[in-house]
């Protein structure tokens, strides 16, 4: 999936000592990972928690245990229960692939009735993202102003977006390298339990948002007997691995900026974009064919279609985009579109790191079709009918034709050994759609699904809506989940995370972005 782009939590590398447990210093003299370096963190909201900070050499190459070595990086916010109370650590991913996850420690502060406080909370940065060594960066331009419009519609458009894909999948070659090789799930499962092994534990839980949702169901499937609770939040379909998942994508996010289409329809009044749906949704793509002849500067139709697109992932963003939007619209002023394309579209080194990671999973993680006559006959074919993502979302993969390094097998996904898990995700979520956790389900038989019914909110848990929040905490604290049903549905359904009310106050950022503001990412 393709998240917004912004800054990732700023968070300092640390080295002092920490004691060492027997199981890592046996885990150590076995030939496993050394323990984990920790000392206070001492940047941001990590420093504000009195979180540690560390890192945690691994193999580069699996297949060569003692061959060269990269590092993870790790935070940790310790259990502040007694010791008896405690249940162990609990690994967060905030998706992605490409999301840097260090700075999500402090999530178990977010959990109701203190339940997140029996828990060690572990962030981590994965293989080449954030402060992991390497990180893996090719051009932190790429993604910036005076782009060609998204959707081909000359043959000089396509022509720009091939050399522009092309050429970005070469830059990432040189940069690269080796590690281009193993940057498949796969490899970052392995390094989940390498983590494991180092926090000296027989087991562990894992929080999982959006692409973190299939870390943890391959986690599961290979390692079933050292879960301890799960907690998977905009669920993964792992038989959709990852061209057709794209594809998926692109009718949902459709269906999902319609449903924003709708309430800026709703409040007319304040915004003056069109009294019905069908007015919005002409008067957007009007836009774009108008910016594709004439920017607004540095706003043209891809540009505007980026700005849309926070939207279709969150409703936390609506009155924003609609208050700039109309802006443009009523008063030809582009600033505040420029402003929110700016603050989710970071041009500087190393800004691309989590669309680079994106790339470098996904283009690995499954075989992508070679001829560019199936990529254009798909596409084609979906943007007749879901105009609105489609060819942002092509161009956005096409640098999978030309990665240097190979693709592989998806990984099988089987939880028929895993313990009782909880899946959650909203029955309009573009990103992960609802048909993945219905199929997670069938795959995990002691799981239980929770849906935010209507809701078109991607990942939004720990938000502050008490039905879902609860339940968490309930699962958390004790194992407790709700009745699994016999059909082919949701197990517990929930109210959605509210839509806004213009004019009131503004909304707060999901807790995924105010943690993490994730990169780009389509899972």
Same mark, same amino acid.
């Given at each position: ?10 968070? *300092?590398? @640390?080295?002092?000592? *920490? ?11 076995? #030939? ?51 010791? !008896? ?13 490409? #999301? ?24 981590? !940065? ?15 331009? %790429? ?6 419009? %998204? ?39 392995? $390094? ?19 692409? #973190? ?22 669920? /993964? ?14 009718? *949902? ?6 449903? %924003?289409?709708? &309430? ?35 706003? #043209? ?16 963003? =609506? ?13 030809? $002023? ?22 680079? /990671? ?13 001829? =560019?006559?199936?990529?254009?006959? $798909? ?11 489609? =060819? ?7 640098? @999978?034709?030309? &990665? ?63 039905? /879902? ?18 059909? !082919? ?35």
């Amino acid at each position: 999936m393709r998240r917004i782009w912004a800054a990732a939590t700023a968070v *300092a590398l @640390c080295t002092a000592g *920490a004691a060492v447990t027997a199981a890592q210093a046996g885990a150590a003299a076995r #030939g496993g990972p050394a323990p984990i370096t920790w000392a206070a963190c001492s940047e941001g909201s990590l420093k504000a928690q009195g979180a540690e900070c560390g890192y945690l050499a691994v193999p580069l190459d699996y297949a060569k245990p003692d061959g060269a070595k990269i590092e993870i990086a790790l935070s940790r916010v310790k259990s502040t229960v007694a010791a !008896d109370k405690r249940q162990g650590p609990i690994l967060i991913n905030p998706g992605g692939p490409g #999301g840097a996850g260090r700075g999500m420690a402090v999530l178990g502060q977010h959990v109701p009735k203190q339940a997140g406080a029996a828990y060690d909370w572990i962030g981590f !940065d994965p293989r080449g993202v954030g402060a992991s060594k390497p990180k893996l960066t090719c051009d932190g331009k %790429y993604t910036g102003y005076n782009r060609p419009p %998204y959707v081909p519609s000359t043959p000089e458009i396509d022509k720009a977006w091939h050399a522009r894909t092309t050429a970005y999948a070469a830059a990432c070659a040189k940069a690269g390298g080796a590690l281009l090789d193993h940057m498949r799930t796969e490899d970052t499962v392995r $390094d989940i339990d390498r983590i494991r092994e180092a926090l000296g534990v027989e087991k562990i839980s894992f929080y999982g948002f959006s692409y #973190g949702s299939y870390l943890g169901q391959i986690y599961a499937t290979r390692n079933p007997e050292r879960v301890h609770r799960m907690v998977l939040d905009g669920v /993964v379909d792992p038989t959709r691995v990852w061209y057709r998942s794209n594809l998926d994508q692109d009718i *949902a996010f459709d269906k999902a900026i319609k449903v %924003y289409f709708a &309430w800026i329809a709703k409040y007319d009044s304040v915004y003056h974009l069109g009294r019905t749906a069908a007015d919005v949704e002409r008067l957007y793509y009007r836009q774009l064919d108008e910016l594709a002849k004439k920017p607004a500067g540095e706003i #043209g139709p891809a540009e505007l279609t980026d700005v849309f697109l926070q939207p279709g992932y969150y409703v936390f963003g =609506w009155e924003e985009t609609a208050r700039a939007f109309s802006a443009w619209v009523n008063d030809k $002023d582009p600033a505040q579109l420029k402003r929110i394309f700016d603050e989710n579209h970071e041009q500087t080194e190393g800004a691309d790191n989590g669309y680079a /990671v994106y790339l470098a999973v996904q283009c690995t993680d499954a075989p992508w079709p070679v001829s =560019w006559k199936k990529w254009a006959r $798909d596409n084609w074919r979906v943007h007749r009918k879901a105009p609105f993502e489609t =060819w942002g979302n092509a161009w956005y993969n096409a640098p @999978c034709r030309h &990665w240097a390094a190979d693709p592989g097998i998806p990984a099988e996904v089987d939880g028929s050994k895993a313990p009782p898990i909880l899946l959650i995700n909203e029955t309009l979520d573009a990103a992960t759609p609802y048909s993945g956790a219905l199929e997670t389900r069938r795959r995990f038989p002691r799981s239980v699904l929770l849906e935010g019914i209507g809701g078109t909110t991607h990942a939004g848990s720990l938000f502050g809506n008490a039905c /879902v929040d609860n339940t968490i905490a309930d699962y958390l604290a004790n194992g407790t989940l709700p009745g699994r049903v016999k059909a !082919d549905r949701s197990d517990k359904q929930c109210e959605p995370i509210a839509k806004p009310t213009p004019l009131s106050a503004p909304a707060k950022r999901s807790l995924n972005e105010r943690l993490l503001l994730v990169p780009p990412a389509r899972s």
